[in-house]
């Protein structure tokens, strides 16, 4: 079955092309600003620019048409209402005028199945670590639980503030990984892991009053933070599979696609004998494959979505979703 997905939960304006488990197009068009964070109604704008050029451009390299298609599916939760909109009326409007179902998954679970479909993994703990979001998430009793997560920002949102602050501009979180490769010299920083969830504000506070204290080298304070945040991750990540019996990690998020990150995870998974799965780039930053793969298994499983059905959700956790698809 060939499925077009759409994800528009954020910054990220995303359409797919699949036929079951292959990929025929992944196409990704993100908001950027110069300064500051997300304006949401401006990322909204911006999804409506190119939201027709997006859907084209997937289409073409996946070599089909809308008669083609036998599944509409986008991101319907949880993110920024006005982004999420945007998603859900061009899903809408394609289902309408070419008479295609249409199907509304979690953003936050399909960073989960998506490793599913490319890897041989089978029952994982999800490290997810985006902008936004930073959670540990498995499946276990019948729904995918939250076993862990940030009591304030997301990691990448910290990581972006903290590389705004020193004139970095955005996203910060590469340009915080190449700075950080230019030292081997730990300053400490605050480590704060409570029970099962982390916390990075103190962090980012303790960092920017170092920076103003002009007594220390970015690229220090920078190799610190990476070297801090990651091992509370690490912490998290690998109680969570201790306490579910589990021995596979999948990371997503696009904080994922950092290098150190992705080293400690491996180390980690090693030490414990489990196996470390991270996805290539294109599907640990927000993507619309993982949206059509969430959507093509749901229907799979018989779930069927009136149009009446389809508002947007922005408010859903992720142990709100009935699943019914495993
Ligand atoms: P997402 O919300 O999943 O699309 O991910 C966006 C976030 O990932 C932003 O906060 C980026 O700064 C962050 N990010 C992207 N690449 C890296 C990297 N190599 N290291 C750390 N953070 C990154
Ligand atoms: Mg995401």
């Not at 909204?44 to 298609?69: E, M, P, W, Y």
């Not at 979690?106 to 479909?117: G, R, Y």
Request: aromatic share 8%; with cysteine.
């Amino acid at each position: 079955m060939i499925v077009l997905g759409i994800e528009s939960t954020a910054h990220t304006f995303g359409v797919s092309v699949i036929d079951n488990r292959k990929v025929l197009s992944n196409i990704i068009d993100a908001y950027k600003t110069k300064s500051g964070g997300i304006i949401p109604y401006k990322a909204s704008l911006h999804h409506v620019r190119v939201c027709k050029t997006v859907i084209n451009k997937a289409l073409d390299k996946a070599g089909a048409d809308f008669s083609d298609i036998g599944l509409v599916s986008f991101s319907q939760s949880p993110g920024i209402g006005n982004c999420l909109k945007i998603g859900a009326a061009a899903a809408r409007s394609i289902s309408i005028v070419h008479d295609i179902p249409i199907i509304g998954v979690n953003h936050c679970i399909a960073h989960l199945e998506i490793a599913n479909m490319l890897t041989d993994c089978k029952d994982p703990v999800l490290l997810y670590a985006s902008g936004a979001n930073t959670q540990i998430i498995a499946y276990e009793g019948g729904k995918y639980r939250i076993f862990g997560e940030t009591l304030d920002n997301g990691i990448g949102n910290m990581l972006d503030s903290f590389a705004r602050f020193i004139g970095l501009g955005f996203p910060g979180g590469p340009k915080i990984e190449k700075l950080a490769k230019k030292s081997n010299n730990y300053i400490e920083i605050p480590y704060v892991v409570k029970g099962m969830d982390v916390s990075f504000g103190g962090i980012l506070t303790n960092l920017k009053n170092k920076v103003s204290s002009k007594k220390y080298k970015v690229e220090d304070l920078a190799f610190s933070l990476q070297e801090t945040v990651f091992a509370m991750l690490m912490e998290v990540s690998e109680r969570a599979m201790a306490h579910c019996n589990k021995n596979e990690l999948v990371l997503g998020g696009g904080v994922a696609c950092n290098k150190r990150l992705q080293q400690m995870a491996k180390i980690m998974c090693k030490e414990r004998d489990a196996k470390c799965y991270i996805p290539e780039n294109q599907f640990l930053v927000d993507n619309a494959a993982m949206i059509a793969w969430l959507g093509l298994i749901k229907y799979k499983a018989g779930n069927r979505m009136k149009l009446s059905e389809t508002y947007i959700k922005p408010y859903v956790r992720t142990d709100d979703v009935l699943v019914n698809w495993r």
